[in-house]
Structures are given as structure tokens and as C-alpha cells.
């Protein structure tokens, strides 16, 4: 089995930032993918950044220049380093990991528990 657990999030003001991290443990052969989605009230879950498998990272025009995602892979773990926070940036982040899991080799996609960030005054 693998598990996901995020950490970080919270209250926030305007042009503060947070960090939120996302590891992985268990039966991980590989990764392949890892990466952050969001969903804001009343919409629909949006890709903020990721890692694709085989590809350069991915980020969402509207955090490109101040959001930042980074990893250690010795950790099996996914960080999102958010700067100059908007409060249209509140929502519930979601970290999402593609790995191979050790023999019988199985490919899974596994979501986090989501963390709520709140960007207010």
C-alpha cells in the first residue's frame, strides 16, 4: 500500500506566503508524476503545478512568478512554495501522485487529504 500525506496550509494574509509538503511512503517501486491541484469554492479541482512523467514542470498562468514546486526525491516527497499570495488563491490543495508500487508492480494515482489555505485580511 501507499500513502499520502500532506502537511502546511492555513491562514494567511495577502502577500504572505505558505508552504505546503506531500509525501509519500509504503510499497513505492517508483514516481512517476507528482503534483498540486486546488478547488476553490463553487468550481471545479485545477491543476496549480506538477511534475509530469517525462515532461518539464507545469504551472498554472495564474501562479506562474510566485509559486514554486520543488522535490526530494530521496524523501518521495512534493513541495509547493506559494509567494505573494492573492486571496483568490484560497481553496483546498490537493497533492497527487503517479508511482509504481514494488512487485506485483501496479501503476496508482493517489490524491491527498487536501489542505484549506486561506488568503484574507
Known amino acids: 500500500q501507499v500513502q499520502l500525506v500532506e502537511s502546511g496550509g492555513g491562514l494567511v494574509q495577502p502577500g504572505g506566503s505558505l508552504r505546503l509538503s506531500c509525501a509519500a511512503s509504503?510499497?513505492?517501486?517508483?514516481?512517476?508524476?507528482m503534483g498540486w491541484y486546488r478547488q476553490a469554492p463553487g468550481k471545479q479541482r485545477e491543476l496549480v503545478a506538477a511534475?509530469?512523467?517525462?515532461?518539464?514542470?507545469n504551472y498554472a498562468d495564474s501562479v506562474k512568478g510566485r509559486f514554486t514546486i520543488s522535490r526530494d526525491n530521496a524523501k518521495n516527497t512534493v513541495y509547493l512554495q506559494m509567494n505573494s499570495l492573492k486571496p483568490e488563491d484560497t481553496a483546498v490543495y490537493y497533492c497527487?501522485?503517479?508511482?509504481?508500487?514494488?512487485?506485483?508492480?501496479?501503476?496508482?494515482?493517489?490524491w491527498g487529504q487536501g489542505n484549506l489555505v486561506t488568503v484574507s485580511s
Open positions: 497527487n501522485v503517479a508511482v509504481v508500487t514494488t512487485q506485483p508492480y501496479r501503476y496508482l494515482e493517489l
Open positions: 509504503g510499497s513505492i517501486f517508483s514516481i512517476n508524476a
Open positions: 511534475f509530469p512523467s517525462g515532461g518539464s514542470t
